[in-house]
Nanobody, 123 residues
Framework: QVQLVESGGGLVQAGDSLRLSCAASGRTYANYAMGWFRQAPGKEREFVSA????????YYADSVKGRFTISRDNAKNTVYLQMNSLKPEDTAVYYC????????????????WGQGTQVTVSS
């Protein structure tokens, strides 16, 4: 069992930065690939970024590549999403996700979800 708690969301202006954190509980956290997804009103949940259990393999959606950086600290059971040069279209609820034996890239394969944190970017 893994429990995920996100933090760090908020209201910012276009061009600003935010760092999201996801604190995980559970002794097997390090065995999970971790990812971030987002869901805007009226839209489906979409993949944003993911990191392998080792931290060595990273994945990004094309829409955030070059602006967002994912990282994890297994000693702290925490995964981060550094978001720079934010745009109004980044506005969404951001969800942390964990997948055992996978890449944490597809919503249907996720084993555990966090409760979400709101990110709002004003123009």
């Amino acid at each position: 069992q893994v429990q995920l708690v996100e933090s760090g969301g908020g209201l910012v202006q276009a061009g600003d930065s935010l760092r999201l954190s996801c604190a995980a509980s559970g002794r097997t956290y390090a065995n999970y690939a971790m990812g971030w997804f987002r869901q805007a009103p009226g839209k489906e949940r979409e993949f944003v970024s993911a990191v392998s259990w080792s931290g060595n393999t990273l994945y990004y959606a094309d829409s955030v590549k070059g602006r967002f950086t994912i990282s994890r600290d297994n000693a702290k059971n925490t995964v981060y999403l550094q978001m720079n040069s934010l745009k109004p279209e980044d506005t969404a609820v951001y969800y942390c996700a964990a997948e055992m034996n996978g890449r944490a890239r597809y919503p249907g394969n996720i084993d555990y979800w966090g409760q979400g944190t709101q990110v709002t970017v004003s123009s």
